[in-house]
């Protein structure tokens, strides 16, 4: 019994409550701004004398208001006799505010105060560099990451030694463009790719529903959450391509590629590839997902600079060892398929398997690392392929980057001196966290 009369009190009480301004809402160019209540402002059995209030626009100042009234929902609608403008802050107070509650009597509630700020028209705008944003971080290879790290033991067929795979892509805030810095190196040969390349990347993303970034085009009156309902409503009836791909990237590039380590060799090289960007597959009820790539068309061309010692190294003659042209087709594909536990309670929180290949057809011949003379010798024309398959088991993720464990296979041969690989890695990672 004594349970039943404390329940009845707060229940009572939680009745009684007065109410409070929740939200104002005030758009831009608008005359009406709506004031909204945590509570009922009228009671369903109130019959007493008319309600009223002592509700006023305080900020800005000396801004002038016409009528008011509650509409079905017990909104407070205040019609303005100007429109408002974009960016301006709006402040709503009322003095008194009559209401009732379940009860038959009226009670006054007192002070209540709401504010905002009228949205601007970049709203809009904003939205969509949001959405084009997330769409292309999804699509993010490992190597395109703001940051991939990992440090590792290889093992090849000559034995066992230390390395690294590093790639930075930081984000200057430049549209569409990024530096970046690539290397991959160990202390082993038949493990060691002496892969090393930077510069800075000019990307254009082309979305594949670009129906419905158009559609959202114009309405920075709007609120965010009505910007975000109409693009998706948009995406309902994409087409066959765009429910495929999120889109293309067409990607062109200034570097410098050079043997990690010595710098035996270096290349001045530009490229440019067009790569095809899948959407995100939801697998297993949604806690799977796979992604993938491919590029179907890549160009790279440059100049090669050997190091003239090395070439005498290797008992060639400097005539031989020139600089020389550079000229290179590629194409390659790659996927990303990962497990994630949503729920936080698993040990493993993220487990993935992703894997790229490249191959590479080489136009003139160039200088290529010799592992029986330790020195720079030639290639000759034709293709040269490089893979590699990472399982990656992440054990722990914060805003920043996830962390975790890496098992990789590798096999074949990187530019600038194509030296031969074919090891496992394994060791510790930590990437950046974008594509959450």
């Given at each position: 019994m004594r349970t039943f009369i404390l329940l009845a009190m707060t229940v009572a009480a939680a009745l009684a409550q007065a109410p409070k301004i929740?939200?104002?809402?005030?758009?831009?160019?608008?005359?009406?701004?709506?004031?909204?209540?945590?509570?009922?402002?009228?009671?369903?059995?109130?019959?007493?004398?008319?309600?009223?209030?002592?509700?006023?626009?305080?900020?800005?100042?000396?801004?002038?208001?016409?009528d008011f009234f509650f509409d079905s929902t017990d909104r407070l609608r205040v019609l303005l006799k100007a429109p408002l403008r974009p960016g301006i802050d709006v402040k709503v107070v009322c003095g008194t505010l009559d209401y009732a509650d379940?009860?038959?009597?009226?009670?006054?509630?007192?002070?209540?105060?709401?504010t905002t700020t009228v949205e601007t028209l970049v709203n809009?705008?904003?939205?969509?560099?949001?959405?084009?944003?997330?769409?292309?971080?999804?699509?993010?290879?490992?190597?395109?990451?703001?940051?991939?790290?990992?440090?590792?033991?290889?093992?090849?067929?000559?034995?066992?030694?230390?390395?690294?795979?590093?790639?930075?892509?930081?984000?200057?805030?430049?549209?569409?463009?990024?530096?970046?810095?690539?290397?991959?190196?160990?202390?082993?040969?038949?493990?060691d790719a002496k892969h090393f390349e930077a510069g800075?990347?000019?990307?254009?993303?082309?979305?594949?529903?670009r129906k419905a970034f158009t559609a959202i085009r114009g309405m920075g009156d709007a609120r965010p959450g009505d910007i975000l309902a109409k693009f998706n409503e948009e995406n309902l009836t994409k087409s066959a391509y765009a429910r495929l791909f999120a889109g293309s990237s067409l990607d062109v590039a200034a570097k410098m590629e050079g043997a990690a380590g010595g710098f035996e060799v270096t290349n001045i090289v530009g490229d440019a590839?067009?790569?095809l960007r899948s959407n995100t597959a939801g697998l297993l009820k949604n806690r799977g997902y796979f992604r993938g790539f491919m590029t179907p068309f890549a160009i790279e061309g440059g100049q090669s600079h050997a190091n003239q010692q090395a070439a005498a190294a290797a008992t060639q003659t400097t005539a031989k060892i020139k600089p020389d042209w550079i000229t290179r087709y590629?194409?390659?594909?790659?996927?990303?398929?990962?497990?994630?536990?949503?729920?936080?309670?698993?040990?493993?929180?993220?487990?993935?398997?992703?894997?790229?290949?490249?191959?590479?057809?080489?136009?003139?011949?160039?200088a290529m690392w010799d592992a029986t003379t330790k020195a720079i010798s030639k290639t000759g024309k034709g293709v040269r392929a490089y893979g590699?398959?990472?399982?990656?088991?992440?054990?722990?993720?914060?805003?920043?980057?996830?962390?975790?464990?890496?098992?990789?296979?590798?096999?074949?041969?990187?530019?600038?001196?194509?030296?031969?690989?074919?090891?496992?890695?394994?060791?510790?990672?930590?990437?950046?966290?974008e594509d959450k």
């Open positions: 929740k939200t104002v809402r005030a758009l831009p160019n608008a005359t009406t701004v709506l004031v909204i209540f945590d509570a009922p402002i009228r009671g369903n059995i109130y019959t007493g004398p008319p309600l009223t209030n002592d509700c006023e626009i305080t900020e800005p100042s000396g801004f002038q208001r016409g379940s009860t038959t009597s009226k009670k006054t509630a007192t002070k209540l105060t709401g809009a705008n904003a939205t969509m560099l949001a959405l084009q944003k997330e769409q292309r971080d999804q699509a993010k290879k490992s190597s395109e990451k703001d940051i991939f790290a990992s440090g590792f033991v290889t093992t090849a067929s000559s034995g066992t030694a230390g390395g690294a795979d590093i790639s930075v892509n930081p984000d200057l805030k430049i549209p569409h463009l990024t530096p970046f810095i690539q290397i991959k190196k160990t202390t082993q040969e038949g493990g800075a990347r000019y990307q254009a993303f082309f979305h594949s529903n590839a067009f790569t590629k194409t390659g594909l790659g996927f990303r398929l990962f497990f994630k536990d949503g729920s936080g309670n698993s040990l493993l929180q993220r487990v993935e398997l992703s894997g790229e290949g490249a191959l590479r057809n080489l136009f003139f011949e160039e590699q398959l990472d399982l990656k088991i992440y054990v722990g993720e914060n805003d920043r980057g996830k962390f975790g464990l890496k098992l990789s296979y590798n096999r074949g041969s990187l530019p600038p001196v194509f030296a031969k690989v074919k090891s496992f890695q394994f060791g510790f990672l930590w990437e950046s966290n």
